[in-house]
């Protein structure tokens, strides 16, 4: 069984650019969430989504992050414009449902860099 | 003050000695603590999960939750140059967010 995949694996982009990155959860996971670890400081939770609802986007630290999932398979984060705190890595993670035994497999993670 | 605090290291010790990882937190709300290991370039890899005050032990691992006191620790047994690499405290308090400590490096030495 396929593990969540995340692409690209890197990105370096330029101020004010616009970048997209996908997240493929593990087949029939209808939990996904986005986290993100700046230099430094911890993983951060971003936002969770049920299917292609969005449950919670406590995280998610202002309007220049748009997150989908249409259809509720793969997810996209999409930053524009992107600003120079936005580098870091942003994991993609999945779970067969929400309850306190349930186990978020993560993906690789994306590595933004915004020059 | 941050909510789960945990020792960066970087750790270095030589094959074969037993490790000792911890979290502090301070948020009496969380109820669900796990130990991540991540290893260079990958994601976070499960390795230990207890919601419960006391001890679990899986092979070589051995996580403890001290609740009263707001501390959990992970423990590596005979610990093998394939244990290196950074070990990551989670805990939530419903039933999906992940609270993130910043992560320990540990380095085993042969």
């Known amino acids: 069984e396929a593990g969540v995949t995340q692409f690209p694996s890197h990105s370096v982009i330029e101020k004010g650019q616009t970048v997209t990155l996908r997240c493929d959860p593990i087949?029939?996971?209808?939990?996904l969430y986005w986290y993100r670890r700046v230099m430094g400081k911890e993983i951060k939770f971003l936002l969770h989504?049920?299917?292609?609802?969005?449950?919670?986007e406590s995280g998610m630290p202002n309007n220049r992050f748009l997150a989908e999932r249409t259809g509720g398979t793969y997810s996209t984060l999409k930053v524009q414009p992107a600003e120079l705190e936005d580098s870091g890595v942003y994991f993609c993670a999945s779970s067969l449902m929400v309850r306190k035994g349930e186990t978020q497999y993560f993906g690789p993670g994306t590595r933004l860099l915004v020059l | 003050q941050k909510e789960v605090e945990q020792d960066p290291g970087p750790l270095s010790v030589p094959e074969g000695a037993i490790v000792s990882l911890n979290c502090t937190y301070s948020n009496s709300a969380f109820q669900y603590f796990m130990w991540y290991r991540q290893y260079s370039r990958k994601g976070p890899e499960l390795l230990m999960y207890?919601?419960?005050?006391g001890n679990k032990e899986d092979g070589r691992f051995t996580a403890q939750v001290d609740k009263s006191s707001k501390y959990i620790s992970l423990f590596i047994r005979d610990s093998q140059p394939s244990d290196s690499a950074t070990y990551l405290c989670?805990?939530?308090?419903?039933?999906?967010?992940?609270?993130f400590g910043k992560g320990t490096k540990l380095s085993v030495i042969p």
């Open positions: 989504f049920v299917k292609e609802s969005k449950q919670d």
């Open positions: 207890t919601y419960s005050s």
């Open positions: 989670a805990m939530k308090a419903g039933s999906y967010q992940l609270t």
């Open positions: 087949s029939g996971h209808d939990n």
